[in-house]
């Protein structure tokens, strides 16, 4: 079955980019989207489309990728950051929906 | 404003049966896919299937045929995630979740129905 695959923790000092990275073999042909989610709460969409961002998410999120990895930028993260961050896309077979890569803790202190 | 609103948290016992529902509002209800994923707790997150509820087309992910249920009645933009019987392992948060236009992602989440399952 396809699989995303994230580093299971990033950690960074307030101020400092931090960068979480997806790897998936149909990246290069599919779309991935960003959820954050902070503890008790439910996961909410910070990039779709490899770097597109919605509205009311603030500017320094971005998204990017090529080849078959995937990288959710932080730029200047901000305690407020810290949660967990899940990738996600969809393999090559047509199955509608995709997966979720296995989630990476950001930490900020 | 598009919302999805799930139904409250459900303490049962094993081999009771269960159905929780996410309503959606603000948006054409019958036109996008409406998705259930499972977080186990500490764990990450598990796609379990989806529904079209303009015509009902279900599909569901290998792990969850046969154990769950889903549907939802489009004349009040509902739609639902039922057990027969509930074990231990099902207790998990369940979140309801729009796909987009182009189904490639999620773009809105319900609040999530925390389930327990306890003797």
């Known amino acids: 079955s396809y699989e995303l695959t994230q580093p299971p923790s990033v950690s960074v000092s307030p101020g400092q980019t931090a960068r979480i990275t997806c790897s998936g073999d149909?990246?290069?042909?599919?779309?991935a989207y960003w959820y954050q989610q902070k503890s008790g709460q439910a996961p909410v969409l910070v990039i779709y489309?490899?770097?597109k961002r919605p509205s009311g998410i603030p500017e320094r999120f971005s998204g990017s990728s090529s080849g078959t990895m995937a990288t959710l930028t932080i730029s200047g993260a901000q305690v407020e950051d810290e949660a967990d961050y899940y990738c996600?896309?969809?393999?090559?077979?047509?199955?509608?929906?995709?997966?979720f890569g296995g989630g990476t803790k950001l930490t900020v202190l | 404003e598009v919302q999805l609103v799930q139904s409250g948290a459900e303490v049962k016992k094993p081999g009771e049966s269960l159905k929780i529902s996410c309503k959606g509002s603000?948006?054409?209800?019958?036109?996008?896919?409406i998705g259930w994923v499972r977080q186990m707790p500490g764990k990450g997150l598990e796609w379990m299937g989806i529904?079209?509820?303009?015509?009902?087309?279900?599909r569901y992910s290998p792990s969850f045929q046969g154990q769950v249920t889903i549907s939802a009645d489009k004349s009040i933009s509902t739609a639902y995630l039922q057990w027969s019987s509930l074990k231990a392992s099902d207790t998990a948060m369940y979140y309801c979740?729009?796909?987009?236009?182009?189904?490639?992602?999620?773009?809105?989440w319900g609040q999530g129905t925390l389930v327990t399952v306890s003797s």
């Open positions: 979740a729009r796909l987009d236009e182009a189904a490639a992602g999620t773009d809105y």
């Open positions: 603000g948006y054409s209800f019958t036109s996008y896919w």
């Open positions: 529904i079209y509820p303009g015509d009902s087309d279900t």
């Open positions: 149909a990246l290069p042909k599919k779309y």
């Open positions: 489309e490899d770097s």
């Open positions: 996600y896309s969809t393999d090559s077979s047509g199955i509608i929906w995709g997966v």
